[in-house]
């Protein structure tokens, strides 16, 4: 079935998978999303991630290992889409925090895929993707 919005549905994914305690959930391969899921490895939201590419898959795909707390909850409270294909959030280089710091809004700049605090730091702004938290 074609998917209108690919971020939208990477995070819908990631948030049930979450919220059914699994432990792994794939998602359909883009570059967006990989460049995406390396983020939130980087900073500690989900485990692992592996790019699956067999022969007798047609299509490609993103295995993510979601990480849950000690107590075994979830890793990411809160993941939503800011901007959308029919309403583009942008934000200039004056990029405000999300929840003072604790959360990262996630924007798509010219330099690549970038949290806000990384665009700050190199003067860019760009269309918020997610929010999270």
Known sequence: MPVTDSIADFITRIRNAGSAKNKTTDIPYTRVRENLSKLLVEKGYIQNYTVIKTEADKF???RVELKYTADGRHAIKEISRVSSPGRRV???KDIKRYLGGLG?????????ILTDKEAREQNVGGEVLFRIY
């Open 104 to 112: 990262l809004f996630i924007l798509s700049t010219s330099k690549g």
């Open 60 to 62: 490609p795909f993103i």
């Open 90 to 92: 942008y934000q200039g």
